[in-house]
C-alpha cells in the first residue's frame, strides 16, 4: 500500500507542477519543498514499518543524485531552479522501480531506475520542445516565415559549405560502399542542423517579449545588458535575474524590459515519468 501511496503522491505533485508551469511559466517554492519533505519522510515511515533501512537509504541517494543532475542543469542554463527542485523530490520519492506496479506491467529495467528516469525524462523533453516549437511556429507563421528566411539568407555560405561537405562524404560512402554506415549519420547531421535553424527561428520571432519591471520575477532570463545614467545595472547570465537585481531596476527607475519567454519544461518531467513506470528504459523502444 505505501508503494501505491508513493506513486500516486509523485503523479499528484508532477501533474500539479506541470500546470503551475503551463500556466505561469514557474513552479512555486511550496509546492517543491513539501514534495521534497513528503518524498523523505514517507520514506522513512517506510523503512520503519518494515524495518528495513534501505527505502530512506536509496530516497537519500536518489535525493543526492538528482540534486547534482538538476544543479548541472540549472547552471546549464537548461532549466530553472523549480525544475531542478522537481527533480530533487523525483529522486527521493521513487529512486527504486515501485515492485507492486510489476502486477500491471512488464517494464524493461536492466538500468537503475534513477538512470531510466533522468535519461526518459530528457529524451521527452527533446520531443516535448520540439513540438511546442512547431506549435508556436504554426500560431505565430508569418512571423516565424520571415525569420526563418533572414536565417537562412545571413548563414547561406555556411549552409552551403555543410551541404557541399555532406554530399562530398555522400559521394564517397557510394565509392567505398560504407553508405550503411555514413548515411544514417549525414541524414543525423542535417536534422540538428535543421532543427537549430528552425528553434532558432522560433525563439527570435516568437519567443522574445517586453515586460514591465514589476511583472519580472525570479529566474527570468533578461537578454539585454541594461544602463542607466552611462552605468550598467544589469548584464544577461544563464541562470536569470535575480531578486537583488530586480530590485535594483526598479531603483533605477527601469520601466520595461526585454525577457526570453521559456519552455515550460515540467511537462516534460510527467511524460518522462509516466513512461518510465509504463515502460521503463525507452531507449531499447527507440531503437
Known sequence: MIEYFLVLVALAYVIAATIFDVKTREVPDWLN?????????ANLM???????????IYSLVGLVTFFCLGSLMYHAGQWGGGDAKLLIGLGAIIPTYPKILLNYFNPNLNIPFLVILA??????????????SVGIA?????????EFKSILKLNQKRILSV????????????LFEISVIVIPFILVVSF??????????????????LIDVKYLTEGDWVVK?????????????????TNKEISKLKKSNIKKVLVKDGLPFVPAFLIGLLISLVWGNIFLLIF
Not at 514534495?35 to 523523505?40: D, H, M
Not at 551541404?163 to 557510394?174: R, S
Not at 544602463?227 to 535575474?241: D, E, F, H, Q, T
Open 33 to 41: 519543498f513539501s514534495f521534497i519533505a513528503v518524498a523523505i519522510f
Open 46 to 56: 517506510y523503512s520503519l514499518m518494515t524495518k528495513e533501512w534501505s527505502y530512506i
Open 119 to 132: 535519461f526518459n525524462i530528457l529524451i521527452a523533453g527533446g520531443f516535448y520542445g520540439l513540438v511546442f
Open 138 to 146: 504554426i500560431k505565430n507563421k508569418n512571423k516565424f516565415s520571415r
Open 163 to 174: 551541404l557541399l561537405i555532406l554530399l562530398l562524404a555522400f559521394c564517397l560512402a557510394i
Open 192 to 209: 540538428i542542423g535543421l532543427t537549430f535553424l528552425f528553434i532558432k527561428a522560433v525563439e527570435n520571432s516568437s519567443m522574445y517579449k
Open 225 to 241: 545588458t541594461i544602463k542607466s545614467r552611462g552605468k550598467i545595472v544589469y548584464s544577461p547570465n544563464l541562470l536569470g535575474i
